[in-house]
T-cell receptor, first 111, second 114 residues
Framework: SQKIEQNSEALNIQEGKTATLTCNYTNYSPAYLQWYRQDPGRGPVFLLL?????KEKRKERLKVTFDTTLKQSLFHITASQPADSATYLC??????????FGTGTRLTVIP | KAGVTQTPRYLIKTRGQQVTLSCSPI?????VSWYQQTPGQGLQFLFE???????NKGNFPGRFSGRQFSNSRSEMNVSTLELGDSALYLCASSFLTPMNTEAFFGQGTRLTVV
């Protein structure tokens, strides 16, 4: 069965630095991979989607890479701000009209 | 345009009871997915509906069921509640499928079983 590992449960970084979150998956190779942000008590919010034939995708201070050989996606937030503190979830399409989510990385940006 | 609306936001039920949760997707969206989120397990897929048909189901017991109406609104039902069913239940809507487009999530329904 599909398995996702997100690098660590929690990550603390200093304001202004680049945060790098990792998503590693096994077995099924998805054609699409998505990243979501979730704040406490709220539903996840979509950030970026990357296709298997795309190496990199950017949106403002966010960058996602997708390495299908390594079965890994990296999610970067540059010039991080305290407002970026949240849990970030990696999600893979399964080929069956649903998304398979990782357990997330809780990012804290320290002022 | 209005987002995904889930009702109620909070529920407290007793073991053995049943519960029905409601989800109104974004207008024009035909795919509705349901997820259970707990601190230990993260987001786990329950089922997905499209045009009133269940297209996919996760690995949950038969006590968990759902349906979708012709206006794309969806309900999920949990019968014979157990303490372990306490969780945040999230609904997500997508235009056709969540696989290759973004999924829009509601705020969730926090269910507590006592």
């Amino acid at each position: 069965s599909q398995k996702i590992e997100q690098n660590s449960e929690a990550l603390n970084i200093q304001e202004g630095k680049t945060a790098t979150l990792t998503c590693n998956y096994t077995n099924y190779s998805p054609a699409y991979l998505q990243w979501y942000r979730q704040d406490p008590g709220r539903g996840p919010v979509f950030l970026l989607l990357i296709r298997e034939n795309e190496k990199e995708k950017r949106k403002e201070r966010l960058k996602v890479t997708f390495d299908t050989t390594l079965k890994q996606s990296l999610f970067h937030i540059t010039a991080s701000q305290p407002a970026d503190s949240a849990t970030y979830l990696c999600a893979l399409e399964t080929g069956a009209n649903n998304l398979f989510f990782g357990t997330g990385t809780r990012l804290t940006v320290i002022p | 345009k209005a987002g995904v609306t889930q009702t109620p936001r909070y529920l407290i039920k007793t073991r053995g009871q049943q519960v029905t949760l409601s989800c109104s997707p974004i207008s024009g969206h035909r795919s509705v997915s349901w997820y259970q989120q707990t601190p230990g397990q993260g987001l786990q897929f329950l089922f997905e509906y499209f045009s009133e048909t269940q297209r996919n189901k996760g690995n949950f017991p038969g006590r968990f069921s759902g349906r979708q109406f012709s206006n794309s609104r969806s309900e999920m039902n949990v019968s014979t509640l157990e303490l372990g069913d306490s969780a945040l239940y999230l609904c997500a809507s997508s235009f056709l499928t969540p696989m290759n487009t973004e999924a829009f999530f509601g705020q969730g329904t926090r269910l507590t079983v006592v």
